[in-house]
């Protein structure tokens, strides 16, 4: 199989990922919990790879690295904790679910959305610089579409949000992994990412940086301050109630060492490479329309594409039956959608990794180029 | 010979404790703190020796790092002394 549906899970993970999380799984118990070996080996596990983040991610304590399972839960207690019913609350147009069915959970919040076209950052920027200039309570913005790979100017967004005194939440799935993203040079309340895409940790997997009080979502035992019934009020045990995933913690570990290991720009430089060039093959295909800034400039190796006439889900399903993975429809981003004007049709997307190659894009191309010509696989 | 115990808020601060100390110099060792020493249940403690305890004090406000209690144990018998 060749599979370009990165940008949902990194499919491929370092080997040093897999082998972590079988060794985890039988011999570590539960950290916080206990004074023999299966306990501390837990315990340093989970710490280093708290400071593994914060190294990464520009956080200055382990503490404020909470693990999560995975983007939407942390996403879930940043908006909870900042948002309340009647809250203004300013959000990119390119936002996922894992933002927009929060806030439509809370009531009355009103959404100003700062929508802006494609691969138009400047235009982005503007858009949140009105709407903060309305007045708001909370800002948030997604770094990276993961429709569109189109990269949001969060760090100036970051400064606006300064200005104003308003708190920023950062949906960092799309770029973890792949662009600087800086907690404390942003001074962004939280950040949100998942284990399982551009860290190449396993599912089930996030963490919440914290640069702000937060409310806990679960209650339960934490191995601290038992006697007292209310959670702690001290991260990371107040927003990390229960048994960890310690197979988890241990393989996103050894995800963390390998982007650390590799480097961010490499691995960035590798897939907007492979998008790009799949980008420029399918631009020869009749009918094709492929969503891409110019040079790739304000892109990650995150592509969509539609096709004159084809259904989306038709064009993924052939592929599918070819060997070839990627993802269809509306990648649960209704808003970017109806922001890039695809929501009628919902675009094909073509999300590579550090382990895809030339050859498998090549041959992608050729698949799809086939299947276009011959009319065949429809 | 008297040692001393810097209880901490969470095992995570215990952890981040004991490396900021070992940085330092001073060697440590992580336990959970016995059940009589703190009012709120579980925890987790760096000891020291007694005589890297100044030292040791010092390098923990160096980092910003505050400890939850701190006690002094001489002949099996801890006693609670001063930030």
Redesign the interface.
Known sequence: MIYLDSAATTLQKPEAVRRAMARAAGTMSS??R??YPASHLA??T??RC?SEAAELFDVP???QVVFTFNATHGLNIAIKTLVRPGSRVVISGYEHNAVTRPLHGISNVEILVADAPLFHPEKTLSGFAEALALGADVAICSHVSNVFGCVQPVEQIARLCRSHGVPLIVDASQSAGVLPVELKQWDAAFVAMPGHKGLYGPQGTGLLLCNHQAISLLEGG???????QEM?D?L??QLEAGTHNMPGIAGLLEGLRFVRRTGLYTIAGHEKNMAAYAARRLEKLPGVNVFADKEFQNQTGVLSFTVNGRDCEEIGEALAQNGIAVRSGLQCAPLAHRTAGTLETGTVRVSPSAFTTKGQVDHFAVVLERMIRENVGF | MDDYLFVA?????A??MSRVLEQCGIRTSM??APVGLT??????AVRIRGEQFDTARQCLRTAALQPFHIFHREEGVYREVGQ
């Open positions: 950290p916080g206990g004074s315990e340093e989970a710490y708290r304590s382990p503490e934490t191995g601290s301050a038992s006697l007292q702690p001290f990371p045990d | 808020r969470s095992i995570t601060q952890q981040r336990l959970r009012d709120r249940g579980c925890s987790y």
